[in-house]
């Protein structure tokens, strides 16, 4: 079975402050995508890493994808309220393609 | 480029009622459509994968019998919850691959099903 897990579940930080998600996933994948959702929301994409050692960087946020060891980071730089979310990674299977999301990272930045 | 839409964005009905939600890509064709369900406070959920012209193919534990799943075009998908229970209401949201693309989905805004 599939496992897709995040660390931590929730998190909450001071606007400011440097913080990093963990994604293992137990699968053998080289595709993965970061997304953030708001209440309410569907998913807004963040990041799509198609490849080993693949780093992408958005503003405040970084991730980075390791298929050797099937863990992929989101790392949150001087976090400031407006990034207040739950940010979900998602692996994506061969061949369908299909996405197995992570539980999720609730996070609260507070000022 | 690549939006999906879904329709409609909430829907309230009674229990033992069928509801069907559609998924469309606006700009784009679409092959391979997914849809997941989100319990509150959870993570997304695969439900089934629906190929154009062919029967979805569903995640263990989903009865296609309840859910219905229909992608008669490149650009539609569309599922059909029968005899709703109250335990079926949640946040059912699409999302739909671009054909020839590398794998990424594009993901609808989600329809929130409350079932009485």
């Known amino acids: 079975e599939l496992k897709v897990e995040q660390n931590p579940l929730f998190l909450s930080m001071q606007e400011g402050k440097n913080y990093t998600i963990y994604c293992n996933y137990s699968t053998t994948s080289d595709r993965l995508y970061w997304y953030r959702q708001d209440p309410g929301k569907s998913l807004e994409s963040l990041f799509v890493?198609?490849?080993?050692?693949a780093v992408k960087q958005e503003g405040r946020l970084m991730a980075s994808l390791d298929t050797k060891a099937r863990l992929s980071t989101l790392h949150i730089t001087a976090a400031v309220h407006d990034l207040s979310a739950t940010y979900f990674c998602a692996v994506d299977t061969r061949p369908g393609n299909q996405f197995y999301f992570g539980t999720g990272t609730s996070l609260t930045v507070i000022p | 480029g690549a939006v999906v839409s879904q329709h409609p964005s909430w829907v309230i009905c009674k229990s033992g009622t069928s509801v069907k939600i559609e998924c469309r890509s606006l700009?784009?064709?679409?092959?391979?459509m997914f849809w997941y369900r989100q319990f509150p406070k959870q993570s997304l959920m695969l439900m089934a994968t629906?190929?154009?012209?062919?029967?979805?193919?569903?995640e263990q534990g989903v009865e296609k019998d309840k859910f219905l799943i229909n992608h008669a075009s490149l650009t539609l998908s569309t599922l059909t919850v029968t005899s709703a229970h109250p335990e079926d209401s949640s946040f059912y949201i699409c999302?739909?691959?671009?054909?020839?693309?590398?794998?990424?989905?594009?993901f609808g805004p989600g329809t929130r099903l409350t079932v009485l």
């Open positions: 999302s739909a691959r671009l054909a020839g693309g590398p794998g990424e989905q594009f």
């Open positions: 890493l198609l490849s080993n050692g």
């Open positions: 700009d784009f064709q679409a092959t391979t």
């Open positions: 629906s190929n154009e012209g062919s029967k979805a193919t569903y």
